[in-house]
């Protein structure tokens, strides 16, 4: 572990909370229920089509946890992305409703496909965000359920349990002609791991529980059902359970599909809830397995996450794509790319072609041998898995497009084999993530967790 922290790099001050042990945690939940009106359009496949009915709702569920002065409010969104501007600014508002700064307010997404278009314009090839539904529904919904948290805050204590789940796969699908395509690979990198968690107040109720679980929400394919997809089934169950609101939180899940009986990481609405029952039986069987309830201690750390880019495309290349897709027939991801090519051409007009970062600003959060780590990236497994391996943590769960979203984040190995989450990295930006940048992640939060 020395010999790999020696070689980080955090460019930012570190910060971290600390608390009198004597001082009990406290826990506050609320829901409010965010479905969109029908005949939206979707954020993911086929988002031309309108929505036509409510399958499950979808919901903002808030965890505030207090310790002393240390406060912090874990929300999950039970919708496809949140791009950084809109996301930056629905942490702000929050955290002032609710007294503690932005960075304390950790906002994760499901990313169900059967939901509203979230993400910022140019985030993605979809429909143009909607914003009458942020302003409307997302935004004050969100409010007032991280206000509602914080009202009755109640001493707790807090159990935990882990299990293996075959609720996802990988998605990357190795051909016979080395292609990838989007489909099953049964060999590929999977998180199995599935982590509940469960809040109990003084008088042994249970008061919230996380659950914790790692597969995109895409099983209900090209469907025109509103729906959580597949984690509403788990969340679901383990909320009858334990009579207790529950937080979905999604892991690393940038190559992880749902297990789907169709062999494929998409199908129909049906299939999605045959993986969600699956997901179900197996949060059960966590909840059930959890032993004694203990006092644990809330703990936080704030710094900077510093991901070096790779050179930037040479500018004759840039210009001879950019001439050859202005004359071609227009497609899906056509405009977008013709975007990048002119900002790369840009970039070499302006001198500004050197090394070049991407820096985002980290809050991980505590609480006993639980560690969160928001990633605000699509980010494939094997990362979830490493931190896991490398963590001094009992229960380690970086939480995948949390607190913003900006690309697909493969692994170094899977950027040279290509693929549908390498063509969306490389078209993210100007600049895309260096093919090591997987390492300087995984070593930049460990370093951040050796603060706590």
């Known amino acids: ?244 609101p529950t937080l979905f939180f999604n892991g690393l899940f940038g190559d992880v599909g749902p297990r789907l009986s169709n062999g494929r990481s998409t199908g129909n609405i049906e299939l999605a809830m045959e993986v969600g029952e699956i997901a179900a039986a197996d949060a059960s069987r966590a909840y059930k397995s959890i032993g004694a309830y203990q006092n644990e201690t809330l703990a936080v750390v704030t710094g900077e996450v510093r991901l070096p880019h790779a050179p930037i495309k040479a500018l004759e290349v840039a210009q001879k794509e950019l001439a050859e897709l202005e004359a071609a027939k227009p497609g899906r991801w056509s405009a977008r790319n013709i975007n990048i090519l002119k900002k790369i051409v840009e970039a070499h007009a302006k001198g500004e072609t050197g090394d070049s970062y991407f820096t985002y600003g980290q809050t991980l959060v505590k609480v006993g041998p639980i560690v969160f780590i928001p990633v605000p990236f699509e980010t494939s497994c094997e990362m979830s898995l490493r931190l896991r391996t490398y963590s001094k943590f009992g229960h380690t769960l970086p939480l995948g497009c949390t607190n913003g979203y900006n690309s697909y984040f493969p692994t170094q190995e899977q950027i040279c084999r290509g693929g549908y989450e390498i063509e969306r990295l490389t078209w993210a930006a100007p600049r895309r993530l260096a093919d090591n940048a997987d390492w300087h992640l995984i070593n930049q939060n460990l370093q951040l967790m050796e603060k706590f």
């Open 1 to 244: 572990m020395k010999q790999i922290l020696f070689f980080l790099s955090l460019s930012a001050l570190l910060f971290s909370t600390s608390v009198n042990a004597d001082d009990p945690l406290k826990a506050g939940v609320a829901r409010e229920i965010i479905t969109p009106k029908l005949g939206g359009l979707f954020m993911g496949y086929s988002s031309d089509k309108p929505s036509t009915s409510v399958h499950d709702d979808l919901t903002v569920t808030a965890l505030a946890l207090e310790q002393g002065q240390t406060k912090v409010v874990l929300m999950s969104v039970t919708v496809c992305l949140l791009g950084n501007e809109l996301c930056a600014k629905l942490r702000t508002v929050c955290g002032e409703a609710v007294g503690v700064p932005a960075a304390n307010v950790i906002i994760a997404v499901s990313h169900t496909h059967s939901g509203p278009v979230t993400s910022d314009s140019g985030d993605a090839a979809y429909s143009d965000r909607d914003n009458d539904y942020c302003t409307e529904i997302l935004f004050p919904k969100c409010i007032a359920a991280a206000k509602a948290s914080v009202k009755d805050m109640k001493p707790v204590t807090v159990g935990t349990a882990a299990t293996e789940t075959r609720a996802g796969v990988n998605r990357r699908q190795l051909l016979p002609d080395n292609r990838v395509i989007l489909g099953q690979n049964p060999w590929g990198p999977y998180d199995s791991t599935m982590t509940v968690i469960s809040f109990k107040s003084a008088d042994g109720k249970p008061l919230a529980n996380i659950l914790h679980c790692t597969a995109h929400c895409t099983g209900a394919g090209s469907n025109t059902e509103v729906s959580r997809d597949w984690s509403g089934v788990p969340t679901d169950r383990l909320e009858k359970e334990s009579g207790a």
